[in-house]
């Protein structure tokens, strides 16, 4: 095989690694600055020598920061682009562009404007994206600056003469017929429209009014999102609103996992029955066809001091492992799952102690799984060293055949070395964001070995963009 090609199907990897992972935030080993510096040169060396693999990464499971990030360089860059370049990364960049929350696609839009970023295409997709957006009134209420910013970048009039006033004249109408353009008006003065308004619109109104917390998040609680509810679930119990308790059933797996991590050790025991509960449900629509599928499968997860992160992500190390241990328990037949720690209980789980990763292979290998999958950071220090060469024995003298498919999946991008440490040459590691990506990730990790290059990795990418892009194909 060329080495050219070894080469970019290794580059390739190491960014979509890093696209997965970083987020330009402080981690435990690496502040915010290293992080960005990285980050940022991973992005302008890849649009400079693989552009249509650059762009194709946005088909992958990468997250938000990471999308914004190709699609904004990738707008700015446009002369660069050939023809057919130009229409696939079009369709690719509205697509994933649709995926952002609207929040980030209005942050992404302002720094398109303060770059001066504003050619043709640029324009259409922002034009494209706000007319697709399910209710704009909602949008000028809750986002409205972002939205005001979008419509003047793209050049855009209003679509109504009532939300064009709203937007730049507010004071030009004694009242509005569209009825939350209508509310948000009514609440400057009637503390009734507080509570027919957004979550985040109405806590500010609320403040104005002195409306008491409680009482608030009571009345309020229809309105709230999933994520709202489970980010005030804790202060709501505190503070006796149960209107605004959610069933937690129906939560993702990796965020209920880091709800539960940031509860105290004695609240999970006493709500061990609905915390385990919530989790396995999470699990299962995670799992979803393929769940029992995986034979034997004995993962070793990291559990040591460094998966506490940062103030910026905090325990969120930790939350991937803990989802990953009960996805793992779905997917599998049968499951063995070994904790750095040594501890037995994972819902108690929390940061502690050293990573001794090489002597929990040695035990998870003794189980002889159909898969071993490991969960760390890679920072393997208790002998340093020693998980390497467990997986090197392993791999050479033991299973030359690679009877146990072996994978290593890490939540923490390493500045220093442009991507996530690596447990050994001889076993795939990829980079995980959240633990409902694994199936997909574990297919991407086979090409992190070199027996793969890139025409096979192209081939990977043709297929995932045409799963990704099927939804608006469809739709048009």
Same mark, same amino acid.
């Given at each position: 095989?060329?080495?050219?090609?070894?080469?970019?199907?290794?580059?390739?990897?190491?960014?979509? #690694?890093?696209?997965?992972?970083?987020?330009?935030?402080?981690?435990?080993?690496?502040?915010?600055?290293?992080?960005?510096?990285?980050?940022?040169?991973?992005?302008?060396?890849?649009? /400079?020598?693989? =552009?249509?693999?650059? $762009? &194709?990464?946005?088909?992958?499971?990468? +997250?938000?920061? #990471?999308?914004?990030?190709?699609?904004?360089?990738?707008?700015?860059?446009?002369?660069?682009?050939?023809?057919?370049?130009?229409?696939?990364?079009?369709?690719?960049?509205?697509?994933?562009?649709?995926?952002?929350?609207?929040?980030?696609?209005?942050?992404?839009?302002?720094?398109?404007?303060?770059?001066?970023?504003?050619?043709?295409?640029?324009?259409?997709?922002?034009?494209? !994206?706000?007319?697709?957006?399910?209710?704009?009134?909602?949008?000028?209420?809750?986002?409205?600056?972002?939205?005001?910013?979008?419509?003047? %970048?793209?050049?855009?009039?209003?679509?109504? $003469?009532?939300?064009?006033?709203?937007?730049?004249?507010?004071?030009?109408?004694?009242?509005?017929?569209?009825?939350?353009?209508?509310? !948000?008006?009514?609440?400057?003065?009637?503390?009734?429209?507080?509570?027919?308004?957004?979550?985040?619109?109405?806590?500010?109104?609320?403040?104005?009014?002195?409306? &008491?917390?409680?009482?608030?998040?009571?009345?309020?609680?229809?309105?709230?999102?999933? /994520?709202?509810?489970?980010?005030?679930?804790?202060?709501?119990?505190?503070? /006796?609103?149960?209107?605004?308790?959610?069933?937690?059933?129906?939560?993702?797996?990796?965020?209920?996992?880091?709800?539960?991590?940031?509860?105290?050790?004695?609240?999970?025991?006493?709500?061990?029955?609905?915390?385990? /509960?919530?989790?396995?449900?999470?699990? =299962?629509?995670?799992?979803?066809?393929?769940?029992?599928?995986?034979?034997?499968?004995?993962?070793?997860?990291?559990?040591?001091?460094?998966?506490?992160?940062?103030?910026?992500?905090?325990?969120?190390?930790?939350?991937?492992?803990?989802?990953?241990?009960?996805?793992?328990?779905?997917?599998?037949?049968?499951?063995?799952?070994? !904790?750095?720690?040594?501890?037995?209980?994972?819902?108690?789980?929390?940061?502690?102690?050293?990573?001794?990763?090489?002597?929990?292979?040695?035990?998870?290998?003794?189980?002889?799984?159909?898969?071993?999958?490991?969960?760390?950071?890679?920072?393997? +220090?208790?002998?340093?060293?020693?998980?390497?060469?467990?997986?090197?024995? !392993?791999?050479?003298?033991?299973?030359?055949?690679?009877?146990?498919?072996?994978? %290593?999946?890490?939540?923490?991008?390493?500045?220093?070395?442009?991507?996530?440490?690596?447990?050994?040459?001889?076993?795939?590691?990829?980079?995980?964001?959240?633990?409902?990506?694994?199936?997909?990730?574990?297919?991407? $990790?086979?090409?992190?070995?070199? =027996?793969?290059?890139?025409?096979?990795?192209?081939?990977?990418?043709?297929?995932?963009?045409?799963?990704?892009?099927?939804?608006?194909?469809?739709?048009?």
């Amino acid at each position: 095989m060329p080495t050219e090609g070894l080469i970019a199907a290794e580059d390739v990897l190491l960014f979509a #690694n890093a696209a997965i992972t970083a987020t330009s935030q402080r981690e435990f080993h690496s502040d915010a600055d290293e992080q960005r510096l990285s980050l940022d040169f991973l992005h302008a060396y890849m649009l /400079g020598n693989y =552009r249509d693999l650059y $762009a &194709a990464v946005l088909a992958l499971d990468i +997250n938000d920061h #990471n999308a914004a990030l190709i699609i904004r360089h990738l707008l700015a860059t446009s002369r660069e682009a050939t023809e057919q370049q130009r229409r696939t990364e079009g369709l690719l960049i509205a697509s994933r562009f649709a995926l952002l929350p609207p929040q980030r696609g209005y942050a992404l839009v302002a720094e398109l404007r303060k770059a001066k970023v504003n050619n043709r295409r640029t324009r259409a997709i922002v034009r494209d !994206w706000l007319a697709a957006r399910p209710d704009l009134a909602f949008d000028a209420v809750k986002y409205r600056t972002g939205v005001k910013t979008a419509m003047r %970048h793209a050049h855009l009039p209003a679509p109504d $003469a009532e939300l064009g006033d709203f937007l730049f004249r507010p004071r030009a109408r004694a009242r509005f017929t569209a009825p939350l353009l209508e509310t !948000w008006r009514r609440a400057h003065y009637e503390q009734a429209a507080v509570f027919e308004l957004p979550f985040t619109v109405a806590e500010g109104f609320a403040a104005r009014h002195g409306i &008491a917390r409680t009482a608030f998040l009571d009345r309020i609680a229809p309105r709230m999102t999933r /994520g709202e509810r489970l980010r005030l679930q804790e202060s709501a119990r505190e503070r /006796g609103a149960t209107a605004v308790l959610a069933d937690l059933t129906g939560m993702p797996l990796t965020r209920l996992a880091g709800y539960v991590l940031g509860l105290p050790p004695d609240t999970r025991v006493a709500r061990r029955a609905e915390l385990t /509960g919530a989790l396995r449900a999470a699990a =299962r629509r995670a799992a979803g066809p393929e769940a029992g599928t995986w034979g034997r499968v004995t993962a070793v997860l990291d559990d040591s001091f460094s998966t506490h992160a940062s103030a910026q992500k905090r325990r969120r190390p930790l939350a991937v492992a803990l989802a990953t241990h009960f996805l793992l328990d779905s997917l599998a037949g049968t499951y063995t799952a070994l !904790w750095t720690s040594g501890r037995r209980d994972a819902l108690l789980a929390q940061p502690y102690g050293a990573t001794p990763l090489g002597e929990r292979l040695v035990d998870a290998l003794e189980t002889r799984p159909d898969r071993l999958v490991v969960v760390s950071d890679g920072w393997d +220090n208790a002998p340093p060293g020693m998980a390497a060469e467990v997986l090197r024995v !392993w791999r050479e003298r033991l299973d030359p055949d690679g009877r146990v498919a072996v994978v %290593h999946l890490n939540p923490v991008y390493d500045a220093d070395s442009f991507d996530v440490r690596r447990l050994s040459p001889a076993v795939p590691t990829a980079g995980i964001r959240d633990a409902e990506d694994l199936p997909s990730l574990v297919g991407l $990790a086979r090409f992190a070995t070199g =027996r793969s290059g890139l025409p096979e990795l192209r081939a990977h990418l043709d297929t995932r963009i045409a799963a990704f892009l099927a939804p608006a194909g469809a739709a048009r």
